[in-house]
């Protein structure tokens, strides 16, 4: 009924909606339907999609409700209970601040006839709701968005400012609060200006921590704002894409196969074979069958409802919007479940590990530092180290060893990253993909839509007996003369279509319309519509019922009414069927001869004839599909259950042929360069796709997934007695021969592990004619063999292999559950993985290089001095302070420097990082950061620091070395202020010596392999003009500290003499020289012990 002929329905919504849409209706009135009896056990039958999800990864979108499954199934069961208690119809219905058991108790949308569903909520099935109508709706009920989850922003700042390396220095704190009082008297102000110093520590490195937190979370936020974006609903007569947020309770929309549910709908209307996935809210993988009518008494549990949030995975249908936003089953769970709990990124995790290394070898040596003064330095040298002089020895030992810019580093590091990405169009769901992707060492990659452009058209048409010229087709299909044959590919054509033009572009040429539907029905409807002349409206027969393409399946059938049979008397109906040849073909009985211009027998050589063709055209990398048609006389009444199961029974049986439509795909432009970079980055690139076995391999050869015109490998070739072996394949890799092998997913389950283990080893290889099945085995066997697998795809036939993948890659284009099952979305171009494996590989370099740079004077340059202080007797050579202001500061700008470096170029020429062995942080890392590097600034500082003391004071190493407490007033004649003063200048001058070499440790790290003649930081290639400007202002900080008087007084530290600047100079280049002499001995001998060793 037109819902604007009455103002009263609108009212009784307005009512509802204060009573939170709890509407109550008789149950008498509205037995349950024919669908529930046959609905129960769960039927299943030859037409299903079976598509069972990999369960081994937490879904994507909805992760921040991490209780959902547990929520709604344990709601479903009280709702269960509670319906069994007989309440009165009349009885008031709770608030909605009630609890959600009784929300859902008293929800009867599911009980309801469609009839008197678009009555109760005033909305027309034909022509949906008014834009005036809806607006007002909207405005009532607000946008159909799910509440935010919540955040538990006090643990977040508890983590923010006590995890990692913090915790540690809290204690460090509180140690030198207790030192500066009670214990020093007079109170020193140096203890008070070291704690307040290391809580600004920790507040830096809070604050980066939660600006990167902050920062990455806008840039991953990116990936939800794409799901759902729109949905296809009917207003004012006209079927138009609307953002999902704007629908309204009343509004009718329509699913197709891909479609993630926008609200929670009724269903008035279905294909017949429509399925969802509700693993969101369930968790269980099985997927559910829809129906018209009420299936369970339970609202959370009737097929006939659509929940938010699910996915169409099969069919399609019509559905009332009855609950959105918040109102929805998943906007009342979330509500309650909503947790930000995350899992820890593989980057987090080495960096975890590398805390838990540093803290337990801090803990470990302030330990050693205490048990040595309690056992021996309390007894025998206490004037040289009181409890104030131990405690402040403890305390260096943890600044010395912790890096403190570590965390402040890697946190830009990761926030530019993740910028970056994003600038280039790559947005990933976490920086573990992004660190991951440099791993990958097999793609296997969706043809449709991801390899090609999926812009399909018709290039050519047939009839068994002979070609059709498509020109005089158009011209003559609708004139006087047509042939009768030319006249059913038509029908065909148009009538076995799901595709739809947008009406606002109707005015345009048919090549210019937009098309709403899948590609290849996008191609066969302006096929038609161009026949017809563009008006593609006249001479369409109502469809009564339809099975929607799938992949499994491989074929879509409409039904309608027989022309000449308007009122249905003779029980006749019209079939068109559609689907791919290898499919259909065996079934066939009759085809449309184009000679005789009749239906004729199919006989062998009408077989031979359209195997040769078909074959020709795969060869063109043309898709060919064929339609067919037939008359059915049912048994049963239409839009009954078993009218759809008898339709769905015989769909394929009896078939004529009317035409072959020959389809081409455009490749991308960038498909072919795509290939050959990833597998210049060491990864073989694999095709699977669903399309015929020759038409997969012409498209593989066109985008260099074959590389050789010489026919592929085969299943006949594993299987022969003569097959080369995986050891074989695999040494042919490694010489750089690539073998081609072409494989059909029929063959696939006559593989034993054996031959998988051969399969695995092949450079190049197409899939073919797969399920979705068979391709999350595709995944899994070569995950099994230890390959890093990532899988790029567009289609709801990708989201099991997707999400089985190490990586899953979809297209911004692709459908909605190939996106959600992602792990990665390119927003632009196919060729942007190339750029994410790039940073996938940059950003794990770059980050070992930042460790590896800060690890030797920020780490182990510092403890030293504390280990020569408490062990040797010698006058502390580096005070607390300048350890602080290395590690925070000077070490912080040049580490940061790093980060801007490009790659090495070598990066992509690389094979891919082995997860299981190369760490972030490995043995190789500390061998060249503590053994090499630092070994050498530990002895070159030290040895400015005593010749220092030579030079300046006279006092020669010897007697510096178990001074103990005799360092004091007399000691070489001088005061004890003398004393005290050589000492600050002598801590100067060791930190400005680590200042100045740590020029030469970053000239050195900044290549791993490379001589610095060949990457310098100047000339164009490799320019960071960063490093010049950090090395500026580390030089900068460093004249501050010593120079400024104030910092003097308060921390101790003193000028440093002319000449302690220069000399550092020509011993950095030579730390820079031992670095080169080390990376040349590893060029010349790459199998030596050095390289070995080497990082």
Same mark, same amino acid.
């Given at each position: 009924?037109?819902?604007?002929?009455?103002?009263?329905?609108?009212?009784?919504?307005?009512?509802?909606?204060?009573?939170?849409?709890?509407?109550?209706?008789?149950?008498?009135?509205?037995?349950?339907?024919?669908?529930?009896?046959?609905?129960?056990?769960?039927?299943?039958?030859?037409?299903?999609?079976?598509?069972?999800?990999?369960?081994?990864?937490?879904?994507?979108?909805?992760?921040?409700?991490?209780?959902?499954?547990?929520?709604?199934?344990?709601?479903?069961?009280?709702?269960?209970?509670?319906?069994?208690?007989?309440?009165?119809?009349?009885?008031?219905?709770?608030?909605?601040?009630?609890?959600?058991?009784?929300?859902?108790?008293?929800?009867?949308?599911?009980?309801?006839?469609?009839?008197?569903?678009?009555?109760?909520?005033?909305?027309?099935?034909?022509?949906?709701?008014?834009?005036?109508?809806?607006?007002?709706?909207?405005?009532?009920?607000?946008?159909?968005?799910?509440?935010?989850?919540?955040?538990?922003?006090?643990?977040?700042?508890?983590?923010?400012?006590?995890?990692?390396?913090?915790?540690?220095?809290?204690?460090?704190?509180?140690?030198?609060?207790?030192?500066?009082?009670?214990?020093?008297?007079?109170?020193?102000?140096?203890?008070?200006?070291?704690?307040?110093?290391?809580?600004?520590?920790?507040?830096?490195?809070?604050?980066?921590?939660?600006?990167?937190?902050?920062?990455?979370?806008?840039?991953?936020?990116?990936?939800?704002?794409?799901?759902?974006?729109?949905?296809?609903?009917?207003?004012?007569?006209?079927?138009?894409?609307?953002?999902?947020?704007?629908?309204?309770?009343?509004?009718?929309?329509?699913?197709?196969?891909?479609?993630?549910?926008?609200?929670?709908?009724?269903?008035?209307?279905?294909?017949?074979?429509?399925?969802?996935?509700?693993?969101?809210?369930?968790?269980?993988?099985?997927?559910?069958?829809?129906?018209?009518?009420?299936?369970?008494?339970?609202?959370?549990?009737?097929?006939?409802?659509?929940?938010?949030?699910?996915?169409?995975?099969?069919?399609?249908?019509?559905?009332?919007?009855?609950?959105?936003?918040?109102?929805?089953?998943?906007?009342?769970?979330?509500?309650?479940?909503?947790?930000?709990?995350?899992?820890?990124?593989?980057?987090?995790?080495?960096?975890?590990?590398?805390?838990?290394?540093?803290?337990?070898?801090?803990?470990?040596?302030?330990?050693?530092?205490?048990?040595?003064?309690?056992?021996?330095?309390?007894?025998?040298?206490?004037?040289?180290?009181?409890?104030?002089?131990?405690?402040?020895?403890?305390?260096?030992?943890?600044?010395?060893?912790?890096?403190?810019?570590?965390?402040?580093?890697?946190?830009?590091?990761?926030?530019?990253?993740?910028?970056?990405?994003?600038?280039?169009?790559?947005?990933?769901?976490?920086?573990?993909?992004?660190?991951?992707?440099?791993?990958?060492?097999?793609?296997?990659?969706?043809?449709?839509?991801?390899?090609?452009?999926?812009?399909?058209?018709?290039?050519?048409?047939?009839?068994?007996?002979?070609?059709?010229?498509?020109?005089?087709?158009?011209?003559?299909?609708?004139?006087?003369?047509?042939?009768?044959?030319?006249?059913?590919?038509?029908?065909?054509?148009?009538?076995?279509?799901?595709?739809?033009?947008?009406?606002?572009?109707?005015?345009?040429?048919?090549?210019?319309?937009?098309?709403?539907?899948?590609?290849?029905?996008?191609?066969?409807?302006?096929?038609?519509?161009?026949?017809?002349?563009?008006?593609?409206?006249?001479?369409?027969?109502?469809?009564?019922?339809?099975?929607?393409?799938?992949?499994?399946?491989?074929?879509?059938?409409?039904?309608?009414?027989?022309?000449?049979?308007?009122?249905?008397?003779?029980?006749?109906?019209?079939?068109?069927?559609?689907?791919?040849?290898?499919?259909?073909?065996?079934?066939?009985?009759?085809?449309?001869?184009?000679?005789?211009?009749?239906?004729?027998?199919?006989?062998?050589?009408?077989?031979?004839?359209?195997?040769?063709?078909?074959?020709?055209?795969?060869?063109?990398?043309?898709?060919?599909?064929?339609?067919?048609?037939?008359?059915?006389?049912?048994?049963?009444?239409?839009?009954?259950?078993?009218?759809?199961?008898?339709?769905?029974?015989?769909?394929?049986?009896?078939?004529?042929?009317?035409?072959?439509?020959?389809?081409?795909?455009?490749?991308? %432009? !960038?498909?072919?360069?795509?290939?050959? @970079?990833?597998? &210049?980055?060491?990864?073989?690139?694999?095709? $699977? #796709? /669903? =399309?015929?076995?020759?038409?997969?391999?012409?498209?593989?050869?066109?985008?260099?997934?074959?590389?050789?015109?010489?026919?592929?490998?085969?299943?006949?070739?594993?299987?022969?007695?003569?097959?080369?072996?995986?050891?074989?394949?695999?040494?042919?890799?490694?010489?750089?021969?690539?073998?081609?092998?072409?494989?059909?997913?029929?063959?696939?389950?006559?593989?034993?592990?054996?031959?998988?283990?051969?399969?695995?080893?092949?450079?190049?290889?197409?899939?073919?004619?797969?399920? %979705? !099945?068979?391709?999350?085995?595709?995944? @899994?066997?070569? &995950?099994?063999?230890?390959?890093?697998?990532? $899988? #790029? /795809? =567009?289609?709801?036939?990708?989201?099991?292999?997707?999400?089985?993948?190490?990586?899953?890659?979809?297209?911004?284009?692709?459908?909605?559950?190939?996106?959600?099952?992602?792990?990665?979305?390119?927003?632009?171009?196919?060729?942007?993985?190339?750029?994410?494996?790039?940073?996938?590989?940059?950003?794990?370099?770059?980050?070992?290089?930042?460790?590896?740079?800060?690890?030797?004077?920020?780490?182990?340059?510092?403890?030293?001095?504390?280990?020569?202080?408490?062990?040797?007797?010698? %006058?502390?050579?580096?005070?607390?302070?300048?350890?602080?202001?290395?590690?925070?500061?000077?070490?912080?700008?040049?580490?940061?420097?790093?980060?801007?470096?490009?790659?090495?170029?070598?990066?992509?020429?690389?094979?891919?990082?082995?997860?299981?062995?190369?760490?972030?942080?490995?043995?190789?890392?500390?061998?060249?950061?503590?053994?090499?590097?630092?070994?050498?600034?530990?002895?070159?500082?030290?040895?400015?620091?005593?010749?220092?003391?030579?030079?300046?004071?006279?006092?020669?190493?010897?007697?510096?070395?178990?001074?103990?407490?005799?360092?004091?007033?007399?000691?070489?004649?001088?005061?004890?202020?003398?004393?005290?003063?050589?000492?600050?200048?002598?801590?100067?001058?060791?930190?400005?010596?680590?200042?100045?070499?740590?020029?030469?440790?970053?000239?050195?790290?900044?290549?791993?392999?490379?001589?610095?003649?060949?990457?310098?930081?100047?000339?164009?290639?490799?320019?960071?003009?960063?490093?010049?400007?950090?090395?500026?202002?580390?030089?900068?900080?460093?004249?501050?500290?010593?120079?400024?008087?104030?910092?003097?007084?308060?921390?101790?530290?003193?000028?440093?003499?002319?000449?302690?600047?220069?000399?550092?100079?020509?011993?950095?280049?030579?730390?820079?020289?031992?670095?080169?002499?080390?990376?040349?001995?590893?060029?010349?001998?790459?199998?030596?012990?050095?390289?070995?060793?080497?990082?």
């Amino acid at each position: 009924m037109p819902e604007d002929t009455s103002s009263s329905a609108d009212e009784v919504l307005e009512k509802e909606a204060d009573r939170d849409l709890r509407i109550a209706f008789d149950d008498a009135a509205h037995p349950r339907g024919r669908a529930a009896a046959a609905d129960q056990g769960n039927r299943r039958d030859s037409r299903s999609l079976s598509r069972r999800r990999s369960m081994s990864r937490d879904g994507i979108t909805t992760a921040p409700y991490s209780g959902l499954p547990i929520t709604y199934r344990t709601l479903s069961i009280q709702v269960a209970e509670s319906r069994k208690v007989e309440t009165d119809s009349s009885a008031d219905i709770k608030s909605s601040k009630k609890d959600d058991e009784d929300y859902f108790t008293n929800l009867t949308f599911h009980q309801l006839q469609a009839d008197q569903l678009c009555q109760q909520l005033n909305v027309s099935q034909s022509s949906g709701l008014s834009e005036s109508s809806a607006a007002n709706r909207l405005q009532r009920d607000g946008g159909n968005t799910l509440p935010k989850p919540k955040t538990n922003y006090l643990k977040k700042i508890l983590m923010y400012l006590f995890g990692g390396f913090c915790s540690v220095l809290w204690v460090g704190v509180v140690v030198f609060f207790i030192c500066w009082r009670p214990l020093s008297n007079p109170p020193s102000p140096t203890n008070l200006a070291l704690a307040i110093l290391v809580i600004l520590v920790i507040m830096l490195q809070a604050g980066f921590s939660a600006f990167q937190d902050w920062s990455t979370s806008r840039t991953m936020k990116s990936i939800t704002d794409l799901l759902p974006a729109e949905a296809l609903v009917m207003r004012d007569g006209q079927l138009k894409k609307m953002p999902a947020t704007q629908l309204v309770s009343g509004d009718v929309v329509h699913l197709k196969i891909g479609n993630k549910v926008p609200a929670d709908m009724r269903l008035i209307s279905h294909s017949g074979d429509i399925r969802f996935d509700r693993a969101v809210l369930t968790g269980e993988s099985d997927e559910i069958e829809g129906a018209v009518d009420m299936t369970d008494q339970n609202f959370l549990e009737s097929r006939n409802i659509a929940l938010m949030g699910t996915l169409v995975v099969n069919g399609s249908g019509v559905g009332v919007v009855v609950l959105t936003g918040p109102r929805s089953v998943m906007g009342r769970i979330a509500k309650a479940t909503a947790s930000t709990e995350e899992r820890a990124t593989l980057i987090q995790k080495e960096i975890w590990r590398f805390v838990y290394i540093i803290v337990a070898l801090t803990v470990c040596l302030a330990l050693l530092i205490l048990f040595t003064w309690l056992g021996w330095l309390r007894r025998d040298h206490y004037d040289f180290m009181n409890v104030v002089a131990m405690l402040n020895n403890v305390m260096s030992c943890v600044v010395a060893f912790i890096p403190e810019g570590m965390p402040v580093a890697v946190a830009l590091t990761l926030m530019m990253v993740a910028r970056k990405m994003k600038a280039v169009n790559i947005l990933p769901k976490g920086l573990s993909t992004v660190e991951t992707l440099g791993c990958v060492s097999v793609i296997c990659s969706d043809k449709t839509g991801t390899l090609t452009q999926n812009q399909m058209h018709v290039n050519s048409a047939s009839f068994i007996d002979g070609p059709i010229e498509l020109d005089d087709f158009y011209r003559t299909v609708n004139s006087e003369k047509a042939e009768a044959s030319s006249t059913r590919l038509l029908a065909a054509a148009s009538h076995c279509n799901d595709a739809t033009f947008d009406p606002t572009t109707m005015n345009l040429p048919v090549s210019s319309r937009e098309v709403q539907g899948n590609a290849t029905d996008a191609a066969v409807l302006r096929l038609a519509a161009t026949a017809k002349g563009g008006d593609f409206g006249t001479a369409i027969v109502p469809r009564l019922f339809q099975i929607a393409f799938n992949s499994k399946n491989k074929w879509m059938l409409t039904l309608h009414r027989k022309e000449a049979d308007s009122d249905g008397s003779s029980g006749e109906y019209q079939v068109f069927v559609k689907g791919a040849p290898d499919v259909l073909l065996p079934t066939c009985t009759k085809y449309w001869s184009k000679k005789t211009n009749s239906v004729q027998p199919m006989d062998e050589t009408a077989r031979s004839a359209f195997k040769t063709y078909q074959d020709k055209l795969s060869r063109n990398a043309e898709r060919v599909i064929v339609l067919c048609e037939k008359t059915l006389t049912a048994k049963n009444a239409v839009g009954t259950n078993a009218f759809s199961d008898e339709v769905a029974l015989s769909a394929t049986e009896d078939l004529t042929i009317v035409g072959i439509l020959g389809i081409i795909d455009p490749a991308r %432009p !960038e498909t072919a360069h795509t290939v050959a @970079e990833c597998r &210049r980055a060491g990864a073989r690139f694999f095709m $699977v #796709t /669903g =399309d015929y076995g020759l038409t997969a391999a012409a498209i593989a050869r066109n985008t260099g997934i074959f590389s050789s015109e010489r026919d592929p490998d085969t299943i006949a070739t594993i299987k022969s007695d003569k097959a080369i072996s995986a050891a074989e394949l695999a040494n042919a890799r490694k010489t750089g021969e690539r073998h081609s092998l072409l494989l059909e997913g029929q063959n696939l389950g006559n593989l034993v592990p054996e031959d998988w283990d051969v399969v695995c080893e092949y450079g190049e290889i197409v899939f073919a004619r797969t399920t %979705p !099945e068979q391709k999350l085995r595709i995944v @899994e066997e070569f &995950r099994k063999r230890d390959n890093v697998v990532a $899988v #790029t /795809g =567009d289609g709801v036939n990708d989201a099991p292999a997707l999400r089985a993948a190490d990586v899953g890659v979809a297209i911004v284009t692709g459908s909605d559950v190939a996106i959600e099952a992602a792990d990665l979305v390119l927003l632009d171009r196919f060729d942007s993985i190339i750029e994410a494996i790039r940073w996938g590989r940059l950003v794990f370099q770059n980050l070992q290089k930042v460790i590896a740079y800060l690890l030797p004077a920020g780490s182990w340059s510092e403890i030293w001095p504390v280990l020569v202080n408490v062990f040797f007797g010698v %006058p502390l050579p580096l005070s607390s302070f300048l350890m602080i202001i290395i590690c925070v500061f000077t070490d912080l700008f040049l580490s940061l420097s790093l980060i801007m470096e490009r790659e090495e170029f070598d990066l992509l020429s690389l094979p891919p990082r082995n997860h299981k062995r190369d760490h972030l942080i490995t043995l190789k890392i500390y061998v060249q950061a503590y053994l090499f590097t630092g070994f050498m600034e530990t002895i070159t500082a030290h040895s400015m620091f005593f010749f220092y003391y030579w030079k300046e004071a006279g006092i020669p190493v010897s007697s510096l070395f178990f001074a103990f407490e005799k360092y004091t007033d007399g000691f070489y004649g001088y005061t004890e202020d003398q004393l005290t003063h050589f000492n600050a200048v002598g801590q100067s001058v060791y930190f400005v010596t680590l200042v100045i070499l740590q020029w030469g440790n970053i000239l050195a790290v900044r290549n791993r392999r490379l001589s610095i003649v060949q990457a310098d930081p100047i000339t164009e290639k490799r320019r960071n003009p960063w490093l010049i400007l950090s090395m500026v202002i580390s030089l900068a900080i460093a004249i501050f500290v010593t120079e400024v008087p104030g910092i003097q007084s308060l921390f101790g530290t003193a000028s440093v003499p002319i000449e302690f600047w220069l000399i550092p100079l020509p011993l950095a280049v030579g730390i820079l020289c031992m670095d080169e002499i080390r990376k040349l001995v590893v060029r010349l001998f790459p199998n030596g012990p050095v390289a070995k060793i080497a990082w």
